[in-house]
């Protein structure tokens, strides 16, 4: 079965410190991949999305991410931190089908806490 | 505003009662999906219809029914509530397979 696994469930960051969190998948084949951010009270926000094609991927807010094929992995990452990234971060997976998808699976989520 | 609305924001009732929460997606979109939030589950997906017909099912209780309706707006009814199903209900929708853009949610609490 598919799955997706955030190992990191609570991480700490000093404003203006760099970021990443981690993500791995369980998939036959590579599915299609995506990063959300829930803040608190609010709904699930787009970060970035990996179809295909070029491996690192830039998504808005000043996020990217990596897809490893080899390690099963897409990890977000921000360079420098800002207070207002501090929010509840998952990523997620969709079995490709026929070149659409239709359910998302995903991660327990990580909750970012920023430090002033 | 990722232009998905829901209502209601907040739903309190008891169990054994039956509740209906409404989506209406962004406009153009053929896709609605249905996801739970809960403390012990995660994040669920439930169900999926496009343009009125029913696509993908997940993790959705029998007591738990969607449908879409001409004008694309959707609706879930959950039935014979228990204290368990105490959760953020989430809508998104999107215009065929693709990204899926959330509403901002309907918090139940079953008492």
């Known amino acids: 079965a598919q799955s997706v696994t955030q190992p990191d469930i609570h991480i700490t960051v000093s404003e203006g410190a760099s970021l990443e969190l981690r993500c791995n998948y369980s998939?036959?084949?590579?599915?299609?991949l995506f990063w959300y951010v829930q803040s608190p009270g609010q709904g699930l926000q787009l970060l970035l999305k990996?179809?295909?094609?070029?491996?690192l991927v830039q998504g808005i807010k000043g996020f990217e991410a990596e897809f490893k094929r080899s390690q099963s992995s897409f990890n977000l990452r921000k360079p420098s931190v800002h207070w207002s990234d501090a929010a509840e971060y998952f990523c997620a997976v969709a079995p490709v089908l026929g070149g659409g998808y239709n359910k998302l699976i995903f991660g327990a989520g990580t909750r970012l806490a920023v430090h002033p | 505003d990722s232009g998905v609305t829901q209502t209601p924001k907040h739903l309190i009732t008891a169990t054994g009662q039956r509740v209906t929460l409404r989506c209406s997606p962004r406009?153009?979109?053929?896709?609605v999906y249905w996801y739970q939030q809960s403390l012990d589950q995660g994040l669920q997906f439930l169900i999926q219809y496009y343009n009125g017909e029913e696509r993908a099912k997940g993790n959705i209780l029998e007591r738990f029914s969607a449908q879409q309706f001409p004008d694309l707006h959707s609706e879930l009814n959950l039935s014979s509530l228990e204290l368990g199903d105490s959760a953020l209900y989430f809508c998104a929708s999107s215009p065929r397979t693709d990204t899926q853009y959330f509403g901002p949610g309907t918090r139940l609490t079953v008492l």
């Open positions: 990996y179809f295909s094609g070029d491996t």
């Open positions: 406009s153009g979109d053929l896709s």
């Open positions: 998939y036959g084949a590579t599915p299609y």
